[in-house]
T-cell receptor, first 112, second 116 residues
Framework: DGGITQSPKYLFRKEGQNVTLSCEQN?????MYWYRQDPGQGLRLIYY???????QKGDIAEGYSVSREKKESFPLTVTSAQKNPTAFYLC???????????FGQGTRLTVV | AQTVTQSQPEMSVQEAETVTLSCTYD???????LFWYKQPPSRQMILVIR??????QNATENRFSVNFQKAAKSFSLKISDSQLGDAAMYFC?????????????FGKGTRLSVIA
């Protein structure tokens, strides 16, 4: 079945460590997005990519990095520079003007 | 920059009753899309309904309908005959129509409880 897969579902990180969240899609979508969800804050855009080898910062990109080497994959690295990384992270993809965005099931990141 | 405001952090409704969730947005554009997404306890985002700004007719999907007031920049969601499975977070979202793959802009959400 076509869809978006995020892994792992739960992730624990020690303070000072980098960690990478995986997002893979087999929908042949050009655009992919990373959102962060905190209670009472809605979904805030971290980074997005409209084509392979290109990406743009969103509203809260500080402390995060991404790569887009393949159309199917858009991994998000949470670096030690992100001061408050504990959150729920959602990946999405979309193709074309008149289409909806499809979301993965999310990764819950906790700093321990 | 576009912004989306949901002024009701929490709402509740009796089963089988009707509830309306509010959403306002700010944009200088004339062509755009508006969406309502549902996020149940599983946290999977599910598209409920969408509206194209150039369409005057309000979108409807079964028990879900919207009241789109373009001049007022208002986009409310009405849920009729509420069911226990409607309990979820609901997010209003905006996307420009001027470019192909621009991101969605979300409101902060409304948590809907359904009382049996």
């Amino acid at each position: 079945d076509g869809g978006i897969t995020q892994s792992p579902k739960y992730l624990f990180r020690k303070e000072g460590q980098n960690v990478t969240l995986s997002c893979e899609q087999n929908l042949n979508h050009d655009a992919m997005y990373w959102y962060r969800q905190d209670p009472g804050q809605g979904l805030r855009l971290i980074y997005y990519s409209q084509i392979v080898n290109d990406f743009q910062k969103g509203d809260i990109a500080e402390g995060y990095s991404v790569s887009r080497e393949k159309k199917e994959s858009f991994p998000l690295t949470v670096t030690s520079a992100q001061k408050n990384p504990t959150a729920f992270y959602l990946c999405a993809s979309r193709q074309g003007l008149n289409t909806e965005a499809f979301f993965g099931q999310g990764t819950r990141l906790t700093v321990v | 920059a576009q912004t989306v405001t949901q002024s009701q952090p929490e709402m509740s409704v009796q089963e089988a009753e009707t509830v309306t969730l509010s959403c306002t947005y700010d944009t200088s554009e004339s062509d755009y899309y508006l969406f309502w997404y549902k996020q149940p306890p599983s946290r999977q985002m599910i598209l409920v309904i969408r509206q194209e700004a150039y369409k005057q007719q309000n979108a409807t999907e079964n028990r879900f309908s919207v009241n789109f007031q373009k001049a007022a920049k208002s986009f409310s969601l009405k849920i009729s005959d509420s069911q226990l499975g409607d309990a979820a977070m609901y997010f209003c979202a905006y996307r420009t129509m001027n470019s192909g793959n621009t991101p969605l802009v979300f409101g902060k959400g409304t948590r809907l409880s359904v009382i049996a």
